[in-house]
């Protein structure tokens, strides 16, 4: 067994000792009692001695796991980072009711509180670089530039979502106010408006009334001022030659042709195989390009109302200038007037055959 893997085997085993303490730090403790005292006490000791920072040990034993798992790493540097990324969070976060308070405590007495937490986060920064080799450089140049590009985004697209809701509220909003609120000048013009309506209307109705006097004397016999000043003539005449020039000329012997006329002059024009179907077409088109030595399949057909495309497949080999050079050969085997040849499709390994 070679040396890589048993490093990676010892990885393995760190990553299940590092679950089960995962484990034991959430389970009851007087569960463990019941069970094991052995993890019990083990639990006691390192709750004692950590508090709540016991989660960091199993974070530790996976941090420390990872030099067995990337190449070229220093065995001592690996595992000093390893400690130091843990003890910078003791440091920033201890447990009053553990020991580690004690550690902390004269940790912060002897370099002070803002010292002491720009130390431990330099702790923590530094460890992070190490072991998971990260370039700073490359983070610099290219992440951060672009988070901020995301943040800067994402506030102009809150900021300009939040200035249109508003406005769109204010807009409302007035709206609604003015309509119950009257101003004098508005009443005026609302006065007028109605007086010139109801001028109007009278004027209209005064035409009414007078439509409909003038309709009385008609059907009494009488006849109004109005229709005695109008003329009315009957002097119509009427051509002969007029009439027959525009009556309807009849035909003999003639009938509507079928529309079956024009599939018959369409397939004198442009012939089709026996069959008439895309079938027969694409058998006719493999076995003339078989005739001349290039191995075919038709994969695909496109029936348009003037032009069919029949898509083929080539053997590898097989140049696509042999194909273009047999155009008149083809258009030949297919009875059609020429064909047009696609080499090849866009976005596919195919070339496409159109024939009319």
Aim: net charge positive.
């Amino acid at each position: 067994m070679n040396r890589k893997k048993i490093e990676e085997l010892v990885f393995i085993f760190i990553i299940i000792f590092s679950s089960l303490l995962l484990v034991i730090y959430f389970v009851d403790e007087s569960v463990l009692l019941d069970k094991d005292r052995n993890l019990f006490n083990f639990k006691i000791f390192f709750t004692n001695l950590l508090g709540w920072n016991f989660i960091l040990l199993p974070l530790f034993l996976v941090l420390w796991g990872i030099y067995f798992v990337k190449e070229n790493r220093n065995f001592w540097l690996h595992f000093i980072s390893s400690c130091s990324l843990i003890l910078g969070i003791i440091f920033l976060f201890p447990d009053p009711l553990s020991s580690s308070h004690i550690l902390v405590k004269y940790y912060r007495d002897y370099l002070g509180e803002i010292l002491g937490f720009f130390i431990a986060f330099f702790m923590i920064l530094v460890s992070l670089v190490y072991i998971f080799d990260i370039h700073v450089w490359e983070v610099l140049e290219n992440k951060i530039p672009l988070l901020l590009t995301k943040f800067f985004n994402y506030i102009f697209f809150t900021l300009k979502f939040s200035i249109g809701l508003t406005l769109s509220f204010l807009d409302k909003l007035g709206a609604f106010i003015i309509g119950f609120i009257r101003i004098p000048g508005n009443n005026i013009q609302s006065v007028k408006s109605q007086n010139s309506r109801s001028l109007k209307s009278t004027k209209e109705n005064d035409k009414d009334n007078k439509n409909l006097k003038n309709k009385d004397n008609e059907s009494r016999g009488e006849i109004s001022d109005s229709n005695k000043k109008k003329k009315i003539s009957l002097d119509i005449e009427v051509l002969r030659e007029d009439l027959e020039k525009n009556s309807i000329t009849k035909i003999d012997n003639y009938y509507i042709p079928s529309p079956f006329f024009l599939q018959s002059f369409i397939s004198s024009i442009y012939p089709r195989p026996k069959g008439n179907s895309s079938k027969d077409y694409s058998e006719i088109l493999e076995e003339s390009l078989r005739n001349f030595g290039i191995q075919s399949k038709v994969v695909d057909v496109q029936i348009g109302p003037s032009i069919t495309r029949y898509e083929l497949q080539i053997e590898k080999g097989v140049k696509v200038s042999q194909i273009l050079r047999l155009k008149n050969d083809i258009a030949l085997a297919l009875a059609a007037i020429a064909v047009r040849i696609e080499a090849p499709i866009p976005g596919k390994s195919a070339i496409g055959i159109e024939v009319p």
